[in-house]
Structures are given as C-alpha cells and as structure tokens.
C-alpha cells in the first residue's frame, strides 16, 4: 500500500494541472489577436492587390484594397483573421496622388516661350499657374497645368514700342527754319520748347519781317511734334 501513494499523488497533480490549462484556454483572457502583418497576408492572400488604408478597431480590423476591378473594404476579426465583411467602395483604379510642380520647375518647362517676366499659382477650383512671357513684339500669357507643366490655354498681345519723346521732337533749328519759311521772315537765334502737362509740346519763335519803315515781326507757335504752325501773334 505505501508503494501505491506516490502514483496517486501524482495523477492528482497532473489532473489539476490539465484542469487549470483547459480552463485558461477557454477564458477569454487566453485569446491571441494577430498582428496586423498577419492580417494584411491573410486579406492579401484572399484578395490579391495594394492596401491603400488600414483601421483598427475593437476586435475588427478594416483594409481597404485596391483591386484591378475597384477598391474594397475588408472587415476582418483580429482573433482568427476571419473575414467578417466584403464591400466594393470604388468601381475605378484610383489615380496615384501627384503633387504639383515647383515654380522653378514650371520655369524650365516653358523656358523655351519667351523671356518670363512674371510667374504665380493661381489656385482656383482648377488650379494654374499663370506666366507672362515676351517674346519679339509679343506678350504671351500662359495658362500652365501645375501638375506636368503643359500649357492648358495661351493668349498673346502686341507690345507697344516705348517711343521716347526726346527721339521725335523738333529739334530748335527745324523749330526755327519753319517759323521763318511760314513768314518768309528772318527767325531769332533762340526758340524756347513749352511742354506743358497734359498737352502737346510747342516752340515759341520770334520771327522778324523786313519791309523798310515798317517792319514786323510776330511769335509763331510751332507743334514740337508735327512741325505745324500752330498760331501767329503778332507784335505792336
């Protein structure tokens, strides 16, 4: 009989031992949930493409799926990987983001337009760039796609040439040669150039006629830009 007591013992000892792991396994506490790499290879072994957003939450985990045919939702129970729900979120492939380019790339792209005289975003429900090129005697606007740098719209408009003013004046001697000749009389030395603001600029001629006891001499107004005499007054 004292042989026989160890063995009993220790079948009690193993029995409670299994009874304590089977009461573990069955407890909630025991539950093991899978990683999310694990859950990304599950989905992706099932539904074959590229994971484009993932959630967690509770006991579900969501992975949203590009596929050749559209984008689905995959809801899947973190515990087995079981897939709890499948819905098509999208019937087209999502265009990949694509930032816009910087000004200094939009720069070299219509470099060979013109010489650039001003470049801004416009950022509008279609977004821009608007550039302002010359090119000979033209001003091109440029209407620039800020994504591949192509030009969406253009319009282009003639410069005006800067004419300086000093460059098609009369000069004194032209201004005094048409006084005389307008006369027929003999012109001062000097002719004094008026450009009052906001009208046309004019000389101011003496012009002396000789006609023995009674000569005359009047001051003629002479357009500084067409050479028209303009008008006469004559002195007393």
Known sequence: MKKNKP????GGIILVVLLVLG???LSPFSTKTLTEEELKATALTKYPGEIIRTAKSD???EIEVQMANGVYAIKM?????NILSLKQIATEELSPSVDK???????KEIATQGDLQSI???NADTSYY???VRKENVEITLKVDP???SIIDSSQAPIEAHVSTESILLTEKEALTIAADHLKGIADDDAELHQPSGQTPYYLVEVEIENGDEDREAVVQVDAYTGTVKSINWEN
């Open 7 to 10: 063995l009993w013992i220790t």
């Open 23 to 25: 009461v573990l396994w």
């Open 59 to 61: 006991n579900e985990y």
């Open 77 to 81: 129970d973190t515990n087995n990987g």
């Open 101 to 107: 380019l910087t000004e200094a790339q939009i720069k």
């Open 120 to 122: 801004r975003f416009i």
């Open 130 to 132: 608007k550039a302002v």
């Open 147 to 149: 994504y591949d740098g």
